[in-house]
């Protein structure tokens, strides 16, 4: 039988005839299966239980987990049929009394990331979703719901004074579909297809929808951004041009997370998952051991002038700021810093897996979108084959 946890065994998997999964037994009456992409993606999980009221086994996708890497994959989609098949057992109410689409979101976000949580705050918890019954829910219930959050515009700015707002784009709206679509995957087995009961339908994600991101900064832009920026951030700014670690990562660490005898750099819980380490060269630690210095240590390392940790609220403006001094284009954000270390890291032909830790994200999320930048070392390997 094949074990799911081997990462190479799941690589050499082929896809099955029908889709059919590949199952690992779990414990009695509960099996994990994992299904391969005939594109080369990730792949799909799933859960199998036995449901004794009806007397046959019933299925439910799990998803195909993109922020989570090597074993983190296979041991949350066991857990996840675990939970799956109590509830299962429970007649499908589960041991919390999940009723409603709003109770069904609670439970998920109970064990996920503080984003998928905002984004159910957001965009469930407060509206009509939120309320009907799982038994009752249709597909024109999450069309509503669906028609909903795209009329509603996007916020860029969360100034009370100047709220500023966009139309939201086809890859905002998948993103804010997706813990709603994984709460109800965790409860509900999808309906037959072209009927009232294919709710899963409704929340089908648009194809294409990510666009690359093209702005760029080279050394000297993210030199003279750091140098136009006040004293207050500009420890922070500098951090997020020599580490890719996204701006929220970055801005909780603390002093205690550092190491200088090791030179050891410890992330806590990102959107990619858990804590990792990252072990930084010497020039890096040289910049950083100023910021600790005579610091408790739970202060930030990159803290603001009283001592609190950056947020999105508070770095936004210092930015902005920094943006127009410089002469620089006007969308470049926290988030264009860290694209930018991404893209020199890839150019300097550093293997996409290393930049992938370095950055706390997946190997296909570093393919998808800097995969272009590789196209020229390629051309070169295969001249180089040439006798």
């Not at 024109?140 to 996007?154: I, M, S, V």
Request: charged share 25%.
């Amino acid at each position: 039988m094949t074990d799911l946890s081997k990462i190479g065994e799941r690589e050499r998997l082929k896809p099955k005839r029908g889709d059919e999964p590949h199952w690992q037994r779990i414990m009695n009456g509960c099996y994990v299966g994992f299904r391969p992409s005939k594109r080369g993606g990730r792949g799909a999980w799933l859960a199998r239980a036995y449901d004794a009221d009806i007397r046959k086994y019933q299925r439910a996708a799990l998803g195909d987990y993109p922020n989570l890497n090597g074993h983190e994959v296979f041991n949350q989609a066991r857990r996840d049929a675990e939970q799956w098949a109590s509830k299962i057992e429970c007649g499908g109410a589960g041991p919390e009394n999940i009723i409603t689409v709003g109770d069904a979101c609670r439970s998920y976000a109970s064990s996920r990331q503080p984003s998928e949580l905002g984004i159910l705050k957001r965009t469930v918890f407060n509206d009509p979703i939120a309320s009907v019954k799982l038994k009752k829910l249709r597909r024109h219930h999450l069309q509503g719901w669906r028609k909903r959050l795209e009329d509603t515009p996007a916020l860029i700015s969360r100034n009370k004074t100047n709220i500023t707002t966009k139309q939201r784009s086809k890859s905002t709206v998948n993103r804010d579909m997706s813990p709603l679509r994984a709460a109800l995957r965790m409860v509900l087995s999808e309906g037959a297809p072209n009927t009232d009961a294919a709710w899963q339908e409704a929340l089908r994600p648009y194809r294409n929808a990510d666009k690359r991101r093209v702005l760029f900064l080279d050394e000297a832009d993210r030199r003279r951004l750091v140098a136009c920026a006040n004293q207050e951030i500009g420890g922070f700014l500098r951090g997020l041009c020599f580490l890719p670690l996204r701006a929220g990562a970055l801005a909780a660490l603390t002093v205690k997370d550092f190491d200088p005898k090791t030179r050891t750099l410890t992330i806590g819980r990102d959107k990619s998952g858990g804590a990792r380490q990252l072990v930084i060269p010497s020039n890096i630690a040289s910049i950083m051991e100023p910021h600790c210095k005579d610091k408790p240590p739970t202060s930030p390392i990159f803290g603001r002038r009283d001592g609190r940790p950056w947020n999105k609220d508070a770095w936004k403006g210092p930015i902005k700021e920094a943006v127009f001094a410089s002469g620089l284009p006007t969308g470049v954000c926290a988030y264009t810093l860290r694209h930018s270390v991404i893209t020199e890291l890839i150019r300097m032909s550093v293997p996409a897996l290393t930049v992938a830790q370095l950055s706390g994200t997946s190997i296909v999320m570093i393919e998808r979108h800097y995969g272009h930048l590789v196209q020229g070392d390629a051309e070169k390997a295969l001249a180089g084959l040439v006798f």
